[in-house]
């Protein structure tokens, strides 16, 4: 799907027909950097650009996180990684303006706003970022002046040069060619008042800001122009409130701007929920934007009034005049340019008819309304509020460049003087995402800070509603609390959105609208409705409702009704499962992104039907839930929720034996193989005298696989024939994974070309199957075997298709097996550098999937390439870590490559006697295979080691832990005792 990036004023996306703003957070940042530069860009730059101020390794994390959330943006963001770089290719409003430029296509490239780029990306606590940014603001801001000079020079009507002129000012306000031109164009159309009053606004700022006055130029132009009554004088505008509370905004700011702007809009609706900022915003719109109006702005506050004649009193009282009452304001506003806000309006959404008439007799009024409720009038613009951009967990370092932070903590400090961010900056991230930036919420949490710690509020807001239905004395009353707030938006439903909003509350992270009529009964009207008040808002095709609105919502909804929502929920997402599994199975890249989106209401389901005994369901979505975890990386998750559901009882064996192998099966993913092997068999056992082939042999394949894992091949073997003996006549998918099983056996004894023959003979099953999952994973098998072969080369076309059906598909584990398995092969071929960037892609995904074996057996082959470069401090290193993980997995296959390698850097050291040692405790242990005591001896020989004479004083088990221990201090105390042997 193409995207279209937009730079220049608000970030935003737009795909596939729908547009996205981007908020000022760090996934945005990343792709806003990557599309501006173009091509591929090295982590470690981008790292220390949006980390600057922390140690390589760290920022390093912190950009691998940021990675790892990237698929969850609402818009489809197809981001190129490898080991060093990343690329983000889109189409650009920045690019195209460059293009237009480098055309001398002036009128096109004029037709871009490049003054204002990436507004509210501003993040004054990052050096780095801001020296970027502020570069990128020069250089375009001073190509598009270029480029207007050069149209100013050609022929122009007036209508066009007075427009080009005033954006120059707009663009820069002190810029004096701008303003003499402008004056000049002015003049010549007519308009020497308007020619004057751009005069005084320049005069004024020039003497506020700089205390200067203007070129003699400009002063005498000025003076000539032709002399006419002069305008009447503008009522002031509302004075800047002492502190008013307003942070942050910038870009709502800077859209405001540009819809009030010559040419935009007369009527512009600022929506959104209650305590997002709505007037706070308005207030400030009139205070930024005063000097743009001959006559003056007007603030009318709107809470207290319920019909038409009261809006036209209410107007006419701030605007001083005699008379109360509509006639009087609109004879007053009809040849007047004034800015009237509206505050409030929600309640008078019906009298939007009237607004109108207002603005049809004063043409040259312009109105901002804020409601919570659109307006649905066709002269309407809609600016939608959404809370304050808040930070992501890893952004502890750079709090207040955020501005929820700065209103929580501006709030705090009034009622807790002492108040440390640094101390409390998990906790204050915590509170700041619980309420998705919203203001008022944020001010009220900050007021709990004279009693509680923001981390006792963080978890209140999780668990609780108290401190949402607490009244805080300090505020107006219809904002004492988010209940008061909510209470009022409550009284505009009817009964259809009340029993709406309060059964959508069920749902957890979003849903559908199929999905809100099937649980909640709502129709497509009532969810329009919902919509435009505010009280659930569209993120693509998907709704959400406000977390703080979810919780004061399910409030209002009866026990029963509860109950019953709550059961429709979990039996919608049982059968959504259901439905999907065959997908999942398969690893369909549909199927696994209609999961990921509902992964939270899914987990929801499952709590509720653990809760409530409900076994029959949980059994028949278990496999679904099982391969999306599988091939996304988050087996450990669904581990976490399936795992109680063997606590509970079922009242049928095949039910529990299936929610059993299930388990099984995330514990082997986990490298839990024991635990693994333990279920698998508890499952089998429960299935002894039934007839369920199907649940058998999935049984025996987590026993045969789990034996493997473990060093028991012949048991593993004897488990596997015994599960393709029994699989049923139709399952030829099953029988070919078996089969891919085997293979991994035959290379562990040597047998190599039997493993080539059988999994050659699986890959195509698979193939005809259109099983992309297990033919991914059986090519990165068939590219390990010929790594085995010491045919690495071979190895290279398997690995690399191997990979482009994993990322195609999303298939996190086989994307980190092929990944590990090319840094191995380019090791082989002795291409070090592309070793070390496949091995660190290969970890990076690893740690996002919790896949601490392949961890390991990657570690341990960047030490063997630190090895070969020489660098024995970075090998033992690596070696150290990927010790570590196989010790902490308890897997003997990881420890044994941890001793090979080991022996590798005793040899390299010049300690050839203890290198022996080690490699022959390798070879004695019981768990040792033939076809690894064969490596060992071929080890030997390439190292020109003697056999052992002697046997080591430490053991294979107490090796495999002192590697990883004794890393930091170069193996000393080890080295020492092996020497001794």
């Known amino acids: 799907m193409a995207i279209d990036l937009h730079l220049f004023g608000r970030p935003r996306v737009v795909a596939g027909g729908q547009t996205f703003d981007l908020a000022f957070e760090r996934r945005h940042q990343l792709l806003a950097y990557l599309a501006r530069k173009g091509g591929w860009i090295g982590r470690a730059e981008l790292a220390s650009l949006l980390w600057p101020g922390i140690a390589g390794k760290l920022a390093l994390a912190n950009l691998r996180k940021t990675l790892f959330r990237i698929p969850s943006l609402p818009w489809p963001c197809e981001l190129q990684s490898d080991a060093s770089a990343l690329r983000f290719e889109a189409d650009t409003d920045a690019a195209r303006f460059e293009a ?155 859209q405001v701007g540009d819809s009030l702007a010559p040419g935009g809009c007369r009527l512009l609706c600022i929506v959104g ?32 009034i319920s019909s038409a004649a009261g809006i036209g009193a209410a107007l006419a009282r701030e605007l001083k005049l005699t008379q109360a009452d509509m006639e009087t304001a609109l004879e007053h506003l009809r040849e007047r340019e004034v800015l009237a806000v509206l505050d409030n309006f929600e309640h008078l959404a019906h009298l939007a008819r009237d607004l109108q008439h207002l603005l049809d007799a004063c043409p040259r009024l312009q109105v901002v309304v804020t409601s919570r409720v659109r307006l649905g009038l066709p002269s309407e613009w809609s600016l939608p509020l959404d809370g304050l951009p808040c930070p992501d967990p890893e952004d502890a370092d750079r709090l207040e460049a955020f501005d929820a932070v700065r209103l929580f903590l501006r709030s705090a400090r009034r009622v807790e003087p002492s108040l440390s961010a640094a101390g409390e900056a998990e906790a204050i991230i915590a509170i700041c995402r619980e309420v998705q930036g919203l203001p008022l919420a944020l001010e009220l949490a900050a007021s709990w800070t004279r009693l509680l710690s923001c981390e006792a509020i963080a978890t209140e807001l999780r668990e609780g509603t108290q401190l949402l239905r607490a009244n805080d004395p300090s505020l107006p009353e219809r904002h004492g609390s988010m209940e008061a707030v909510f209470e009022q938006s409550w009284a505009l439903l009817g009964s259809a959105e009340r029993d709406a909003l309060a059964r959508l509350s069920a749902f957890r992270g979003g849903f559908t609208a199929h999905a809100a009529a099937r649980v909640a009964q709502a129709s497509l009207p009532v969810l329009a409705s919902l919509t435009d008040k505010s009280l659930l808002r569209k993120e693509g095709d998907r709704l959400r409702q406000h977390p703080l609105i979810q919780q004061l919502a399910a409030l209002r909804l009866p026990g029963a009704q509860l109950g019953e929502t709550q059961a429709a929920h979990a039996r919608y997402f049982h059968d959504l499962l259901e439905q999907l599994a065959g997908g999942a199975d398969l690893g369909e890249r549909e199927a696994l992104e209609r999961i990921e989106a509902e992964f939270e209401n899914c987990s929801a389901a499952w709590e509720w039907s653990v809760a409530h005994g409900d076994a029959a369901g949980l059994a028949r979505s278990v496999a679904a839930l099982r391969n999306y975890a599988d091939h996304r990386g988050r087996s450990r998750e669904a581990l976490a929720l399936v795992l109680p559901a063997l606590e509970m009882g079922a009242s049928s064996p095949l039910v529990l034996a299936r929610l059993r192998v299930n388990v099984a099966q995330m514990q082997y993913r986990l490298d839990r193989y024991a635990d693994a092997l333990a279920t698998a068999s508890q499952a089998l056992e429960a299935l002894r005298g039934t007839r369920e082939p199907t649940l058998r042999v999935a049984c025996l394949r987590v026993i045969g696989t789990s034996q493997l894992r473990l060093s028991r091949r012949d048991e593993a073997f004897r488990s596997l024939q015994e599960a393709l003996r029994i699989v049923p006549a139709g399952e030829r998918r099953v029988r070919a994974v078996i089969l891919d099983t085997l293979a991994l056996i035959e290379k562990r004894r040597g047998r190599y070309d039997e493993a080539m023959r059988m999994s050659l003979q699986a890959l195509e099953q698979f193939r005809a199957a259109g099983y992309v999952a297990a033919e991914a994973l059986c090519l990165n098998n068939l590219g390990a075997l010929q790594i085995d072969r010491g045919d690495p080369a071979s190895a290279m076309p398997f690995l690399s298709a191997a990979l482009e059906l994993a990322g195609k598909h999303g298939l996190a584990n086989t994307r980190v097996y092929a990944l590990a398995n090319l840094a191995e092969a380019s090791l082989g071929m002795g291409d070090h550098p592309a070793c070390r960037r496949w091995g660190a892609a290969a970890i990076e995904v690893a740690q996002a999937a919790a896949n601490p074996s392949v961890e390991s057996a990657v570690r341990v082959h960047l030490a063997r390439c630190a090895i070969r470069e020489g660098d024995l401090e970075r090998a033992r290193a690596e070696l150290g870590q990927g010790a570590e993980l196989a010790n902490a997995i308890g897997r003997p296959g990881m420890q044994f490559e941890a001793l090979m390698c080991f022996g590798e850097v005793l040899a390299a050291q010049g300690e050839s006697h203890a290198a022996g040692l080690v490699l022959h405790a390798a070879a004695a242990d019981a768990a040792t295979s033939e076809h690894d005591r064969a490596r060992v001896q071929a080890l030997r020989r390439t190292l020109g080691l003697a056999d052992a004479t002697g046997h080591p004083t430490v053991g294979f088990a107490e090796l495999a832990q002192r590697i990883a221990t004794e890393a930091p201090v170069r193996h000393a105390p080890l080295l020492a005792a092996l020497r001794a042997g």
């Open 100 to 254: 237009a430029l480098r055309d001398n296509r002036i009128a096109d490239a004029l037709a871009f706003d490049a003054t204002d780029f990436l507004a509210g990306f501003d993040d004054d606590a990052n050096e780095s970022w801001t020296a970027w940014l502020g570069f990128e603001r020069e250089r375009l801001r001073a190509s598009w002046r270029a480029a207007a000079v050069a149209r100013m020079q050609q022929e122009l009507d007036p209508g066009e040069a007075i427009a080009l002129t005033a954006r120059m000012l707009e663009a820069d306000p002190i810029d004096e060619d701008a303003v003499h031109a402008h004056m000049q164009w002015l003049a010549r159309a007519g308009q020497a008042a308007a020619a004057r009053r751009a005069y005084r606004d320049f005069t004024a700022r020039l003497d506020r800001e700089y205390g200067l006055q203007p070129g003699a130029g400009l002063q005498a132009l000025h003076d000539s122009l032709d002399e006419t009554a002069p305008a009447p004088r503008a009522p002031a505008a509302p004075p800047a409130l002492a502190d008013d509370g307003f942070i942050g905004r910038s870009r709502e700011l800077q």
């Open 273 to 304: 929920p209650g305590g997002v900022g709505k007037t706070r915003l308005a207030r400030r719109v009139l205070q930024e934007f005063s000097g743009r109006y001959a006559h003056g702005t007007v603030f009318v506050g709107l809470e207290t």
